[in-house]
């Protein structure tokens, strides 16, 4: 597909769309079907192509959002080349965090609009399923306010769920691991709660910046075959253990699992809970904000709507 993708949408080509056209400048990345275009106004736009189907999804739920300005807008189709074109935005907090940490205030814009994408993607059946900083796009602003624009991206893994599924009911692997919620770790049935997990993760690698992610586990290189369990082990060290509840949503194989990652713990880590970090970075209200997001058990989170209201978004 990628090959195809480059012969196709070379530099200088011009297509037409449904409202436009755009010529197309350069592609963001070598290992991405997503190019830089500019339209007719010389307007920067970005031009995404995906397999017919995942475009269809997509574009699905950019119909919903329309007008929604705290997710990024679709602004055109160009059915000939299976693609959509989408608002161009700056840059992306993963990039924008390794060059400077984010104040309290961008932190909580971040929060603010990430949150009401969510709100309005769970209420219409929706989880976003890969909430991470480099998800989240921005313009840059002025000396006064730091973003000008912020916006959630990427809505290709964008799923619809049964809220009757139960919780046994297996699910397909989501996320980045180290921004995937405990009950998608494991493998159990997921929904809207676990796009609040990961945006508690996503919030605190932005506290902190640098690309450091609280999940990541120590002298643990990515492709190992039980990276996955290791984060695990970094989630419970921070926020377990788990409750007894847990056991209503967790069979056997499951519970050995966690139980694995809790003696692990004990006999070689020491807990680090996250309730009690006292960081210079993380203010005492920021800590208790993310900590509501950070339940073990996804019924315990609140829900996009309820954190909205939140007083810490407020201050």
Not at 196 to 201: P, Q, T
Request: net charge negative; proline share 5%.
């Amino acid at each position: 597909m990628t090959g195809e993708v480059a012969a196709t949408l070379a530099v200088g080509r011009r297509l037409r769309g449904k409202v436009g056209s755009y010529k197309v400048l350069e592609q963001f990345t070598k290992d991405r079907d997503v190019w830089k275009a500019i339209n007719e106004n010389a307007r920067q736009v970005v031009i995404k192509r995906a397999p017919p189907h995942l475009l269809s999804n997509e574009r699905e739920i950019l119909e919903i959002v329309q007008n929604h300005i705290c997710v990024r807008q679709m602004i055109d189709i160009i059915e000939s080349h299976s693609s959509l074109v989408l608002e161009y935005l700056d840059d992306n907090l993963l990039d924008v965090c390794s060059r400077k940490r984010l104040e309290g205030s961008d932190v909580k814009v971040v929060a603010r609009t990430v949150l009401e994408a969510l709100a309005v993607l769970h209420e219409n059946g929706f989880v976003h399923t890969d909430i991470k900083p480099d998800n989240v796009l921005i313009n840059h602003g002025n000396d006064a306010t730091r973003f000008s624009r912020v916006a959630l991206g990427d809505c290709g893994d964008v799923y619809r769920f049964n809220p009757n599924a139960g919780p046994l009911e297996e699910s397909h692997v989501i996320s980045a691991a180290i921004f995937r919620s405990p009950e998608a770790q494991l493998n159990l049935r997921w929904g809207p709660p676990t796009d609040i997990w990961s945006l508690g993760a996503t919030l605190i690698s932005l506290i902190f910046g640098g690309n450091w992610h609280i999940f990541s586990p120590a002298n643990v290189p990515f492709d190992d075959e039980h990276y996955g369990f290791w984060v695990l082990v970094e989630q419970v060290r921070r926020f377990g253990p788990f409750n007894d509840s847990f056991e209503e949503i967790a069979d056997a194989e499951r519970l050995a699992i966690c139980t694995g990652a809790i003696v692990y713990i004990q006999e070689n880590q020491k807990w680090l809970p996250f309730s009690m970090s006292e960081d210079d970075e993380l203010a005492r209200p920021d800590r208790d904000f993310i900590a509501k997001m950070m339940k073990l058990d996804p019924r315990d989170r609140p829900t996009a709507r309820e954190l909205l209201q939140d007083a810490w978004l407020k201050l």
